[in-house]
Nanobody
Framework: QVQLVESGGGLVQPGGSLRLSCGAS????????MAWFRQASGQERVFVAG???????AYADSGKGRFTISRDNAKNTVYLQMNSLEPEDTAVYYC???????????????????WGQGTQVTVPS
């Protein structure tokens, strides 16, 4: 069983930055595929970014050039640095984990078994 705890959300003005963190339990964190998804009010949960055990990354088009995912295996933590935030980025952001050794980061939610409770990011218009 893997437990995930997100932090770092909040209210930020357009053009601002936030860094989300996700701490994970488990002795084999370095092998997990980690991802961030987001869900805006009334919409489905969508992929934002992911990173595999080789630190290969993948991004949704909405975040390319603005978001950076990274991991610190010594701290069992994955990060999402978000820059140039826009009102359209407003959503609950979820951390997700898979114990599958993905050579290609999967972008569908069903590939991830473990989920955090979510953290709210609000960018007012």
């Amino acid at each position: 069983q893997v437990q995930l705890v997100e932090s770092g959300g909040g209210l930020v003005q357009p053009g601002g930055s936030l860094r989300l963190s996700c701490g994970a339990s488990g002795r084999t964190f370095r092998t997990y595929t980690m991802a961030w998804f987001r869900q805006a009010s009334g919409q489905e949960r969508v992929f934002v970014a992911g990173i595999n055990w080789r630190s290969t990354t993948a991004y949704a088009d909405s975040g390319k050039g603005r978001f950076t995912i990274s991991r610190d295996n010594a701290k069992n933590t994955v990060y999402l640095q978000m820059n140039s935030l826009e009102p359209e980025d407003t959503a609950v952001y979820y951390c997700a984990a898979s114990e599958v050794l993905m050579y290609v980061v999967q972008t569908t939610a069903r590939e991830y078994v473990y989920w955090g409770q979510g953290t709210q990011v609000t960018v007012p218009s």
